[in-house]
Every structure is written in structure tokens, then in C-alpha cells.
């Protein structure tokens, strides 16, 4: 069979026919993103430029205008940095717009009163240029709509189908991998663990081509992640995530003869990410450092994951920053990382844990935030705790919430008041390090016995393109705020012992 011709995709009014069928075969990267920025209302995106080397020194930030009267935990207020922040996308590690995202947190801190500095650093960036992925089955061959699972192997080929169901071990190893595409239909437990962590390398090493996986998102959206073993450069073959529709289709396809033909042009190159650094220095009457984190970069427009997060930084560092330094026993660091969604594993918190190692026994409390604010969508979530258990019940929304801490019992008692008193109720999951929604964020600090915290809500549009500042209820994302403002305002005045008591 002769390859398609690769044309050009002609621009859309709407990103989501990019995911719906509607689009050309060959998908460009310019082409994306000015689709994203369309179908958002966001800022328009200007001409690409690739990041470069890791020799960008350090930049501080020129102190701004203190937040005066406003409140920092207004609903409007914080909902507002939502969606400026959304205006910069995809946010992706090492693109211009996380950048340009990073010099607009940097300030925002700055102005709330914070020593804030932008903390450039050299990483292994994956450069996605286009893709295009084709079915063929008894009705002939037609384009499906993809995404690549971020940071795999490029290439182009054909390949007989094959389901493996979930992409279990047994399910791998009872059929016949070499040189096929394989099948995965795979979930997200609570709407965040994926079900097929290792199926992508071991896959490849059964012999298999390629892969096509979907994480069940809901309207046969299309839910990009990385692979929980990137080995950037060595990840031996091409993957793509789909639909779940799609991926019935290609389940279908599977069981007569019908083959997958891909074409994916990315490589490894060279780049250039940030973290973004915020001190507050406190009265010193207590020893120890409080550091508090968000990730900025996303996936697409990133709202909820996590817009949300970075508002809830700002908002902190504006109330915190607003206190007489004596209601500041110990000092606070707020901290924007990048690469926890496009540069998974070597992102998150790794960067600022390898410089600032001599820091890490001074601290007493780190406190991801991610995910804060979600509510009343219109799908029911097929995988979250309340179904997992058999509890089919009316609820009035699909998130799925937990609060993930190490095991301090005294973060729980801390928080838990106020998750009740805010209407935030969680499931409460003292796993950290070995269980937690982010192994490069909570799970390596609490790796490191520093005490760690991380309230989550996820729905099944996290990670898609309809995770958009509509789906936003900005009086809960004050609440979220409210309820972590309370808990710091609790633990920044007990001591080391208080924090890491067993009783």
C-alpha cells in the first residue's frame, strides 16, 4: 500500500474538530496551536520559535505594587488569573508559551511582594512537528484522530492490529506482538491513575510496532499523557492516544485483519524550561521553611490542570506576602515548575530538589497545588471512588477528590476542618510517597520525609481540550484557596515536632 499524500491541514474555526473527525489527515504543529488559541478565545498565538540551549541566565524580577485592598480570595479575583494564564498555551515545557507563562507568574509574584526570580534550566525537550494516523478495515482506509503520547519514538509504518484489552502482562503475553499495533483500552482510575503505566515499553519489548491507547475521556475526547518510563531519546516506538470511540473502532478492526498506518514526525532536542521562585521571608521565631508549588505548564488550555493551582500560588503569596512579617513565624517559598505534564518524569520539583539539596532538612511542609476547583459538569465518571466501591448514587457533578498527604497525621487534623467547613469534601489518602497523583511533585518530597500535602479534584475533561476556564466555578475555586490559606495559617505557627507528631 502506497503511503497517503501528506497535505497541509487547512485551518479551523474550532480545535475540537481537530479530535472529531472532521480534520485533515497530516495534523502541524503551527496549525494546532493557532486552532487551540481560536477555540478559546485566547490571545493569538505568535510564529513558532524553538527554545534553545540552557545558557539563559537568571532573571529577577523588578518588585511590583503591593495587592493593597483587594482580596485576594475573591472568587472574581482568582478566577481572573485563571484565565490569563490561559491565554498562554500549550503551556508545553520548553515552548514559547510556557515562557511567556513563566514571565507572567514571575510577576504576578513580584507584585504581591514576594523576592521572585525566574530560574532558567537546561532539559531533554521533545519537538512535535506533525503526526497523522490512518485505519483501514473493510470499509477501506480513513484518517482517525490522534494525539501522540508525549515524548515517543518518531517514525511511519503499517501494521496488522492487534487488542490486547487493558495491557495487562497476561494480556501481552497471550498473542503474537511482533511488528503489530497494538490496542489499549485503558482508564483512569479516579480520573487520574492510568491503567496501562507499563504497557508502552513492555509492549515494545514483546516485539510490537506501535500503540494506540485511549484513557476513556468522555464525547470521544482524546486525554494526552506521557509514558511512566520516559527514556526520551530510547523510547523505542511511536504511540498515539485516541478516543474512546475510536479505539472500539480499531478494537473492531482488530479482530478482522484491519491494520493501523502512522506517521510521526518529532524528535529530542536540546531546550530551555524554568521554575519560577517566590521568598517571603518570615519573622524567623521559628526555624524551618514552608514551600508551597504549582505547576504552570499544560497540555492545552489548561484550567482546571492547572490554571486552577497557579491562581491558588498567586492568592497566597497575596495574602501571605500582605501579613505583618510577626504573623510570618518561618520563612514561605512559592514555587512555579514546569514539565509535570510534557516532560514527565525529569520535571515538576527535580529541577529546584537539585539545586537546593542543602534546603531540603530545613523544610517542614511542602504543599502541591493542583487540580483545585471543578464541579457540576454533566458526565458521570466511570472510574472514580464512588463507582469503583459499587456505589451508584445521584451526585450533582463527576470530579473525584482526594487529599493525598505523607504520613503526618497532623496534616490531616489540620486540613480536614477545613475541607468540611468549606464544602470540600475529600477522601483522605495518607499514601504519600508510595501512592500519590504526582510521583515528581508530593511523591519526591515525600521520598525525602518532608512532610507533603496535595488536595485534588479531577474530572474526565482534565488533560483534554475542553479543560477551559468555562469549566470553572470560580466561588468553589475560592473556596479551595480559602481552605488552604486556613490550614497554612495553622501549621506555619507549630513547630517541627507539631508537624511530624505521631499522636
Given at each position: 500500500m502506497s503511503a497517503p499524500r501528506l497535505v497541509a491541514a487547512p485551518?479551523?474555526?474550532?480545535?475540537?474538530?481537530?479530535?472529531?473527525?472532521?480534520?485533515?489527515?497530516l495534523v502541524s504543529r503551527r496549525a494546532f496551536l493557532g486552532r487551540a488559541a481560536m477555540a478559546t478565545g485566547a490571545l493569538a498565538l505568535p510564529s513558532f520559535i524553538i527554545a534553545c540551549g540552557g545558557s539563559e541566565p537568571a532573571a529577577m524580577i523588578d518588585s511590583g505594587v503591593a495587592v493593597g485592598k483587594a482580596d485576594p480570595m475573591a472568587p472574581e479575583r482568582l478566577f481572573g488569573w485563571v484565565k490569563e494564564l490561559c491565554a498562554f498555551q500549550p503551556r508545553w515545557a520548553g515552548y514559547p508559551e510556557e515562557r511567556?507563562?513563566?514571565?507572567?507568574?514571575?510577576?504576578?509574584?513580584?507584585?504581591?511582594?514576594?523576592?521572585?526570580?525566574?530560574?532558567?534550566?537546561?532539559?531533554?525537550k521533545w519537538e512535535l512537528i506533525d503526526w497523522e494516523t490512518f485505519l483501514t478495515d473493510g470499509s477501506g482506509m480513513r484518517a482517525v484522530n490522534s494525539f501522540p503520547?508525549?515524548?515517543?519514538?518518531?517514525?511511519?509504518?503499517?501494521?496488522?492490529?492487534?487488542?490486547v484489552g487493558f495491557g495487562t502482562e497476561v494480556e501481552l503475553l497471550a498473542q503474537d506482538l511482533q511488528g503489530k499495533a497494538v490496542v489499549?483500552?485503558?482508564?483512569?482510575?479516579?480520573?487520574?491513575?492510568?491503567?496501562?503505566?507499563?504497557?508502552?515499553?513492555?509492549?515494545?519489548?514483546?516485539?510490537?510496532?506501535?500503540?494506540?491507547?485511549t484513557s476513556?475521556?468522555?464525547?470521544?475526547?482524546?486525554?494526552?499523557?506521557?509514558?511512566?518510563?520516559?527514556?526520551?531519546?530510547?523510547?523505542?516506538?511511536?504511540?498515539?492516544?485516541?478516543?474512546?470511540?475510536?479505539?472500539?473502532?480499531?478494537r473492531a478492526a482488530a479482530r478482522n485483519g484491519g491494520t493501523a498506518t502512522w506517521r510521526l514526525n518529532a524528535q529530542h532536542v536540546d531546550g530551555t524550561t524554568r521554575d519560577v521562585v517566590g521568598f517571603l521571608p518570615g519573622s524567623g521565631e521559628l526555624d524551618g521553611t514552608l514551600l508551597i508549588c504549582a505547576h504552570y505548564d499544560a497540555w492545552f488550555t489548561g484550567a482546571l490542570d492547572n490554571a486552577t493551582g497557579v491562581a491558588g500560588l498567586i492568592g497566597l503569596a497575596e495574602h501571605f506576602g500582605s501579613l505583618p512579617i510577626e504573623q510570618r513565624p518561618r520563612d514561605m517559598i512559592f514555587v512555579g515548575v514546569t514539565g509535570h505534564d510534557t516532560g514527565f518524569p525529569y520535571g515538576g520539583i527535580a529541577n529546584w530538589l537539585s539545586k537546593n539539596q542543602d534546603l531540603v532538612p530545613n523544610l517542614d511542609l511542602f504543599v502541591n497545588l493542583d487540580h483545585l476547583a471543578a464541579y457540576g459538569e454533566e458526565h458521570i465518571s466511570g472510574a472514580g471512588i464512588i463507582d469503583m466501591l459499587g456505589l451508584m448514587i445521584e451526585r450533582p457533578g463527576d470530579e473525584e477528590r482526594a487529599l493525598f498527604t505523607t504520613k503526618h497525621p497532623a496534616l490531616?487534623?489540620?486540613?480536614?476542618?477545613?475541607?468540611?467547613?468549606?464544602?470540600?469534601?475529600?477522601?483522605?489518602?495518607?499514601?504519600?510517597?508510595?501512592?500519590?497523583?504526582?510521583?515528581?511533585?508530593?511523591?519526591?518530597?515525600?521520598?525525602?520525609?518532608?512532610?507533603?500535602?496535595?488536595?485534588?479534584?479531577?474530572?474526565?475533561?482534565?488533560?483534554?481540550?475542553?479543560?477551559?476556564?468555562?469549566?470553572?466555578?470560580?466561588?468553589?475555586?475560592?473556596?479551595?484557596?480559602?481552605?488552604?490559606r486556613d490550614f497554612l495559617t495553622d501549621i506555619i505557627g507549630m513547630s517541627r515536632q507539631q508537624i511530624r507528631s505521631p499522636l
Open positions: 485551518q479551523k474555526d474550532n480545535v475540537l474538530e481537530l479530535f472529531e473527525g472532521r480534520s485533515a489527515p511567556r507563562a513563566g514571565e507572567w507568574l514571575a510577576q504576578r509574584l513580584s507584585n504581591a511582594g514576594l523576592q521572585t526570580q525566574i530560574e532558567p534550566y537546561g532539559f531533554r503520547m508525549w515524548s515517543t519514538h518518531a517514525g511511519q509504518g503499517t501494521a496488522e492490529l492487534v487488542d489499549v483500552t485503558g482508564k483512569a482510575l479516579l480520573n487520574v491513575f492510568a491503567t496501562y503505566p507499563d504497557t508502552y515499553q513492555r509492549a515494545a519489548e514483546l516485539g510490537a510496532a506501535a500503540m494506540f491507547v476513556d475521556a468522555p464525547d470521544n475526547l482524546i486525554r494526552p499523557t506521557s509514558s511512566s518510563q520516559n527514556y526520551l531519546d530510547d523510547n523505542p516506538i511511536p504511540a498515539f492516544q485516541m478516543g474512546a470511540r475510536d479505539i472500539a473502532e480499531m490531616q487534623r489540620t486540613f480536614l476542618p477545613y475541607l468540611l467547613q468549606y464544602g470540600l469534601l475529600a477522601v483522605p489518602l495518607p499514601t504519600v510517597p508510595e501512592v500519590n497523583a504526582n510521583r515528581d511533585l508530593e511523591g519526591s518530597m515525600g521520598a525525602l520525609d518532608v512532610p507533603s500535602v496535595n488536595l485534588t479534584m479531577a474530572t474526565p475533561h482534565y488533560h483534554t481540550v475542553e479543560d477551559t476556564p468555562d469549566r470553572i466555578p470560580p466561588e468553589q475555586l475560592s473556596r479551595a484557596v480559602r481552605a488552604h
